[in-house]
Structure formats: C-alpha cells, structure tokens
C-alpha cells in the first residue's frame, strides 16, 4: 500500500524541522561573531561540513522513521478504530474491537467494545420483536413459494417493467431448453431481476396488458389474455397473462404469465392435416376414376380389351385406395395412442405404490429388488398398476406363488420393469390369453387388456423363464420421461433445500428514466464474476481457463443464477498455476474455447454492472478477446479492491481474503472462478451500507470514487 500524505509528514518532519534549525542556530550565531572569528569558525568547519551533513541525515532518518512508527501506533489509530467500527456497526452483532495502540487508545476501544455489547443486547431485543411481527407474513410468503415450486406448469412473475420477480422450477427447465445457445456456464434467459423482454416482444405483452385493463374497466371479476408466439429458438409458446394488483380494486402492480410450449402439439397437428388433406385429394381422384371407368364400363358397344383395361384400373384404384386408407388406419392408431395422457413418474415410486396394491388386493409378500432409483417413466400410472395387480393376481390364484417380485432397470432408451416370482412358470398360451384378456381388478371388470395397456405406452410386453434360477417374469419395455425436461420436483429433489425463486420487494421497482449512473447502489443488478487464468500476463500470451459469475438483483445474493465454465486455452497450463487453481490439462480437454463461452457469459451479464476484486486483471483478459468474439464488455464496472481502499485507508492490506475477514465474510472455496466470485459478492454486499454511509450512494459516486483512489492506477 502507498503511504498516505500523514506518513510523508511523519517522515519529512524531522529532516525539514533539523535543517531549519541548523539554519536559525548558524544565523544566530553569525550574528555574535566578529569577521575575524567568522572567518576562523568557517575555516574550521569546512572541511568537517560532509560529516556533519551526515550526522544530520543520520538523525533526521533516524527521527523520521521513529515518527512514522509513532504515528502508526498513535496517530492512525483512531482511524483504523473509526474504520472498524463501521465496519461492525454495518455487519453482524457479537464481534469487537481488538485493543492497540496505546494505554489510552486501548481504554477507548474497551470502551466501544462495551457499547457494542449493549447495542448488540438491544439490537437481540429488536431483532426478536421485528421476527415475531413478520413471521405470519414470512409463513405466507413461503406457502406461496413452495406452492409455486410444486405447480407443474410453468409460472413467471413479473412488474409493469417486466422484471422477473419469481418463478418455479418448471419455468426454469422450460425458459433453459427455449435457449438457442448452446448449454454453457448455465447461462439462461430465467432470472430474478431479468426481462422477461429477453423471451417475449414487449408489444405482445403490453397488448395482453392492455386487454387486461379494459376487462378490468368493465368490471369482470378475474380477467386474462392469451396469445401465441414464437421464441427466437422457434419455439411456439401459448401463453396466459393475468394482472396482479396492489390490492383489492386497486392499479396493477404486474403481471403472472402462465406458460405451456405447444410445439410437439403443433407439429402434431399439422402433420396430422397434412396427412388427411393429402389422402383426401388422393382418395377424391381415386374416387373419380373409379366413377368413370364403372360408367364406362356398363356401356353394352365397349369391346372386350377395353373393358379388360377399365377393370385393371378399378382393381388398381381400388388396391391404391385401400392402401391409403389402411395407412391412415395406421396413422389415427399409432396417434391415438402417443396421445394418450402420459406423466412423469420416478420408477422407485411407482414400484413402491404397485408393491403396495398387490399386497392389498392378493394378501401376498412382495418386493422390490434391482430397482434404479435414477429412472424416470412416462407412464399412465393407474392402468400400469392395473396390469400388474391383474397378472400378480393370475399367478398367485392360478399357480400359488407365495411371493411376488418387480425390478425396474435402465434398458437403452427405455427402461426394463419384471414382474417375477420362483416357481413354476407359465405356457405361452397361457401367457398371451392372459395378454388380451379384459382386465379383472378387486371384482371390477375392465374393457382394457394388458396389450391396450402395453400399446399405449408405445412399449412391448413376454413372458420369460430362467430354469437355472427356477424363475419366471413378466417383462414390459416402458418409455423414459424426456431427459432434456425432468419435472420440477426432480429438480428440487436433487437440493438440499429450495431455491430461493422470488422476490417481492422488486414490486416497488420501477424503470428510472435517469442514467444508469445516477441511479442507487442499492437498486442496481450485479454480476459478480472471477477468472482462472494460465498466468498472470495477459498481454505476454497467457489465456482464461475458468469463468465464474453470480449475480446479486435487489440487495440480494442470488446463488442459484450462477455462470461457471472451464475453458479450453488451447496452450499449455503451467504446472505452477495448476498448484494454485487445481485445473489440469485433462480437465480442460474437450471443453469450450472462449470464442463459445464470451459470449453466453456476455449474455449472461447483459443489462448488470460488473463487480470484480482487482477488475483491471479481469477485464484486461476480456478486452483481449472482443475482437475475436464479437462482444463488448461496455457495461459499467466496480472493482471492490478500490472500494476498500476508499472505504479503510487506514488498513494495511486490500487482498480478497483480508476484505473478507475484515467483513466478517467467511471464505470458502477460494482459486476456483465461482467460488471467488462468490466471496466477492458477499464483501460487496457488506460494502454496500458502509459506501452509503460514507455519502456513496450512487453508481456515479461510487466510480468517482473508484478513479479517485491510490490502486487506481494498476495495469496488465
């Protein structure tokens, strides 16, 4: 760190205060002399005048350094304090101040240290009293979450602005697999605080809007607007707009967009008209010859070889016509049954709920053995468990199994389910008249078959025996649920806890009309980025290997909208930098180059400011890339390495790791991009009261500030 201005005074006093004086002494004692004595004094010391420049060097450096160690101990102090204590008053309550210094700078902090404790027993009081008031309302809030959570349809929130204030895990999977972009760094177009305008033309949904507010002016009770569009991947959404209000008759606070994404549905539909126009027109042609050569051929004058010929052409039509209609036979069959409703259902679950109908239904033992907890099915559940039921009923009636087995397993693209037991087996006969059997369930009789069941799920149904094992089972090949789209409940499942998908307190957000630049701290969005690098000069031909980024959208740190990616350099690692990132060449083999990931990662940080510890490294190694990537890093920037040189110049060190402790910020996963990134959101976070405390408050100030601090002149 640069010494500030107080240690240059510290240090220059005593030589500046020794040579005046010297001067005042040599005129002083000028004045006293003769001529004669004058002389005879200058004649003596002239040749001694280096020493004694020397001793007074010596003893001015000797001062100077003592008063710089003084003014450390004693003179900084009160700043260092005054820092520290912002830092606490600002941050959690129960830490202290460390006591230094001085007999009387150590009795203050102990001091502050006891008013501490008392604010911090107050601030316990307040803050039990402030949680006991909004419980009720935090309980609501988290109904309405987990509620959302759970929906099966996809569910996005957002203000008149079209800022996204909340959303479930559906919306999530479905906005990732909208994106055209390639699936890098985990860059979506979903986020707290992103337009929804990223998906959806702003005149599609002011008209929705618009629509609203007349049903609304009418006087209907709970009105809504539906269009279709087209996203830029080409998807075709159907999507429900219905208005959120203040309150009960009150002026919009925004909008809930319901969506389902009808493009199988519609591809489907026209393939399906396609298909019926055509034999249609086919049909219709057949039709007419047919009707002109049977007119023709009733005429009595028609010689024998041409009524050969129509009859040829009859046949002809008639075979051609019968095809077609055989083919759209077909068709209507294997539609009808791809149509028919099928759900998502993980197998352990499904299993587990047949288990426990067989045991109901037949008074057997069951159980569930080689069952892949990962598989998911799409299934009709209700008459798969049908099907079961019935066929476990057939042999423990009809042969005495005792005990009754499924096992559910991965097999290519479909997944394998065996309904099996030891002993003795069934006939093929047997086997394929219990296939088309009408189901009996319970004493209810079914119109299904097994074989209806087992055609609706477009799978394959045999029997099979092992004599080795003196084991017999039933076999169903079923579909796997779609893999690029699991349910919002898979997602959740894989978490240790819910994601945090809302927020409310960007309900009182609006768009300012003033510039970015004059716009609060506070309600700015961040993104949070780090890079892992092959070295440490961008300019000498080192390259990124890593990216990382989160994002903070209304004071908050949002965890789960993060950005992270190795990247291929294409050169070597050095082995002294894989010692501190831990990133191997095996690791970066296969993966992305930076001409793929800057852009999903300038997409990823459009419409932010970037925030970033020592952001001129960072930015040095993006700016190199720009050409070659098509994308301009033009956003604003703030570097928390100068913020906390403007916020502690007291404070000796400025690393992330010091910040931190500073801040009380714990670090953890630190020399990986995201988890650096991470921490760095945090400190900004903790930085933020105290820039507002310091009269910082917009980000205009802040960049000022920035420019105006002594590390503000680092280059790569």
Not at 316 to 325: F, K, P, S
Not at 340 to 366: K, S
Not at 605 to 617: I, M, S
Request: net charge negative; aromatic share 6%; proline share 4%.
């Amino acid at each position: 760190m640069k010494p500030d201005r107080h240690e240059w005074l510290a240090a220059l006093a005593p030589a500046a205060l020794l040579a005046l004086a010297a001067a005042l002494v040599a005129l002083l004692l000028a004045a006293t002399l003769e001529p004669a004595e004058r002389s005879a004094l200058s004649a003596l010391l002239a040749p001694r005048a280096a020493l004694l420049l020397l001793a007074l060097v010596v003893v001015a450096l000797a001062a100077g350094v003592w008063l710089r160690w003084a003014w450390h101990r004693w003179g900084a102090a009160p700043g260092r304090v005054a820092e520290l204590l912002q830092v606490l008053l600002a941050g959690a309550p129960g830490r202290e101040l460390e006591p230094r210094g001085s007999a009387g700078s150590r009795a203050l902090v102990e001091t502050v240290n006891r008013l501490l404790r008392e604010r911090a027993v107050w601030r316990a009081e307040l803050d039990t009293k402030v949680r006991e008031a909004s419980r009720q309302a935090e309980q609501e809030k988290s109904r309405l979450a987990a509620l959302m959570a759970e929906l099966a349809q996809s569910v996005v929130v957002c203000n008149l602005d079209g800022r996204i204030l909340l959303y479930n895990g559906r919306a999530r999977l479905q906005f990732r697999a909208l994106s055209p972009a390639p699936a890098i760094g985990g860059v979506e177009y979903l986020g707290i605080g992103r337009s929804i305008y990223a998906v959806f033309d702003r005149a599609l949904v002011a008209h929705a809007l618009e629509m609203v507010q007349q049903r609304l002016q009418r006087g209907v009770a709970h009105p809504s607007a539906q269009f279709v569009t087209a996203t830029r991947s080409g998807q075709l959404l159907r999507v429900q707009l219905a208005p959120v209000r203040e309150h009960d008759g009150g002026p919009l606070a925004g909008f809930v967009l319901m969506l389902d994404n009808i493009t199988r549905d519609f591809a489907e539909e026209s393939e399906r008209d396609r298909r019926l126009h055509e034999h249609t027109e086919a049909g219709r042609a057949s039709l007419a010859n047919l009707q002109a050569a049977v007119e023709l051929i009733e005429d009595p004058a028609l010689d024998a070889a041409t009524a050969a010929r129509l009859q040829g052409v009859i046949r002809d039509e008639v075979r051609a016509l019968g095809h077609r209609i055989g083919e759209l036979a077909h068709y209507t069959t294997e539609t009808m049954r791809t149509r028919w409703p099928l759900e998502d259902m993980q197998g352990a679950d499904f299993v587990t709920a047949a288990l426990r109908r067989i045991e109901a239904e037949h008074r057997c033992r069951t159980a569930g053995t080689e069952v892949d907890p990962a598989l998911w099915l799409k299934l009709d559940s209700f008459s798969l468990i049908q099907a079961l039921v019935f066929l476990a009923g057939r042999v423990v009636d009809e042969y005495g199994v005792k005990v009754v087995q499924i096992r559910l397993q991965r097999a290519g693209t479909r997944a394998q389910l065996d309904l099996a037991w030891i002993g003795p087996g069934v006939s093929t006969e047997t086997a394929v008249a219990w296939e088309t059997e009408a189901m009996r369930v319970g004493g209810e009789a079914s119109a299904l078959t097994v074989r209806d069941v087992v055609q609706r799920h477009g799978g394959a149904f045999w029997f099979e025996r092992e004599r080795v094992r003196a084991e017999a089972f039933f076999r169903f090949l079923l579909p796997l649920a779609d893999a690029a789209e699991p349910l919002a409940g898979e997602l959740l499942a894989r978490r240790e806890s819910r994601p945090e998908f809302y927020d409310f307190d960007l309900f009182q957000t609006r768009e300012m009309a003033v510039e970015l630049a004059e716009r609060s701290l506070a309600e700015l969005a961040y993104t949070v980025f780090d890079t892992e690098t092959t070295g440490l000069e961008p300019s000498a031909g080192d390259e990124i290997l890593q990216i990382g980024a989160t994002r903070i959208v209304a004071g908050k740190l949002r965890r789960h909208e993060s950005f992270e990616q190795i990247v291929d350099p294409q050169r070597s690692i050095p082995e002294r930098t894989i010692a501190i990132h831990g990133i191997t060449p095996a690791m970066v083999a296969g993966q992305p180059t930076i001409r793929e990931v800057l852009p999903a990662f300038h997409a990823f940080a459009q419409e932010t400011v970037l925030v970033a510890h020592n952001a001129a490294f960072d930015l040095r190694f993006l700016e190199l890339k720009e050409r070659a990537t098509g994308v301009s890093f033009d956003m604003p920037v703030l570097d928390t390495l100068l913020l906390s040189q403007v916020l502690h110049p007291n404070q000796e060190r400025h690393s992330l790791e010091a910040i931190a402790e500073r801040l009380g910020v714990p670090v953890l996963g630190r020399h990986t991009a995201l988890g650096d990134a991470i921490v760095t959101a945090e400190v900004f976070l903790k930085m933020l009261p105290l820039l507002q405390a310091a009269g910082i408050r917009t980000l205009e100030q802040a960049l000022e500030a920035s420019r105006r601090s002594a590390l503000a002149k680092l280059n790569y």
